[in-house]
């Protein structure tokens, strides 16, 4: 079978290996589709003088969706012919986190398929069982591997966040997670203000339900905000993007006792806290992905309020393609993208 590897110099290659056959505890899925994500990009775009060997390297991808086609031993709950996305970690499964279902904090020690082991850019894919997650139905694969990271992130990040009909949330980067927290935040009813310096991904944010949009190119996004604000600012800001000056915006473009919550990873901010936080009262809430059960909370919430993932999801491409799909989504006039395996 194939498999897809980033090789060195934003390369992908498509490499024949082995199939896997499963162990005790593990499902051998048949892929369906697999995102691709903005956290990609730093592993496709090293040099090659920065890469392992190639048989050390890991097929990418953590926003896996497939079928289930055979079962290893002692395994229960699940069938051939489920569908299923991944809840792409494993934990000790003892620990406090993994408990709650947070096996990326598992305190012991966690792989992440896609990085530290093999990901969903590959026709089989071997993974615990546990890890599986029913997809609902009437949800398809496409949808479902978007929900499994991206997605599913900024759906937890607005939920952190609480918006209501009342509030105004000002969401900082137009990314698939920025994009995808718009389409959220407008379905919880509030008022969205989307900020980017892309014309195709801010035309995109109205049509996710973003009530204004600002370039922030051409417009002090902080000042705009509070125009559109009556003086005060938003009361739910959202940074997407990971950027140092973006997060300061954030701050700043937070009402006295607003919430700001942080998704963008990445890179040290420095804040005057006293004048830009404790001052304002202001809440400032970190999220990253979310629970096994989260997975399930978010793929439901999207079949339940019929949320518009035909016009998030703006780009699919096949494995043979995967070199024109992460060209294109590196361009930036792209929505979200998935590879898919049909």
């Known amino acids: 079978m194939e498999g897809l590897f980033f090789t060195g110099d934003s390369v992908v290659e498509a490499i024949s290996i082995d199939k896997m056959a499963p162990a005790s505890g593990e499902v051998l899925l048949q892929m369906k589709a697999s995102g691709v994500c903005g956290s990609d990009l730093k592993n496709f775009g090293a040099s090659k ?28 709950g699940l069938s051939i012919g489920d569908r299923v996305m991944m809840h792409h970690y494993t934990g000790c499964l003892k620990c406090s986190m993994c408990l709650i279902g947070y096996t990326q904090m598992c305190l ?34 496409v949808s479902a591997a978007a929900c499994s990271c991206g997605t599913g992130t900024a759906f937890h990040a607005v939920k952190r966040l609480n918006p209501t009909g009342l509030d105004t949330v000002a969401i900082f980067g137009q990314g698939p997670v920025g994009l995808s927290a718009t389409m959220f935040a407008a379905q919880l009813g509030a008022r969205v203000i989307a ?51 973006v997060r300061i915006q954030a701050v700043d473009s937070a009402k006295y006792w607003g919430k700001v919550c942080f998704v963008g990873e990445g890179n040290t901010t420095t804040f005057d806290v006293s004048a ?46 995967a070199q024109k799909a992460y060209d294109i989504f590196i361009s930036g006039e792209t929505g979200k993208v998935i590879l898919t395996m049909d």
């Open 49 to 76: 003088s920065e890469k392992p060997k190639l048989s050390e390297l890991k097929v990418p991808g953590h926003e896996p969706v497939g079928v289930v086609v055979e079962l290893g031993t002692n395994v229960g």
């Open 108 to 141: 012991v020690a966690h792989e992440v398929y896609g990085s530290t082991a093999h990901g969903g850019h590959q026709e089989y894919m071997c993974v615990p069982a546990y890890t599986c997650i029913p997809i609902p139905e009437g949800l398809d694969f």
């Open 195 to 245: 900020v980017d310096i892309s014309s195709y991904r801010l035309n995109l944010a109205k049509e996710l339900g973003a009530s204004e949009v600002i370039d922030s190119s051409s417009h002090n996004a902080e000042q705009v905000i509070r125009e559109l604000t009556s003086g005060e600012g938003a009361e739910c800001t959202l940074d997407a993007t990971g950027i140092p000056e």
């Open 276 to 321: 830009q936080i404790i001052h304002k009262q202001l809440t400032i809430l970190g999220s990253w992905t979310f629970s096994q059960a989260g997975l399930s909370e978010v793929a439901n919430f999207v079949i339940e309020r019929r949320s518009p993932m035909d016009k998030l999801i703006t780009h699919t491409f096949g494995l043979k393609e």
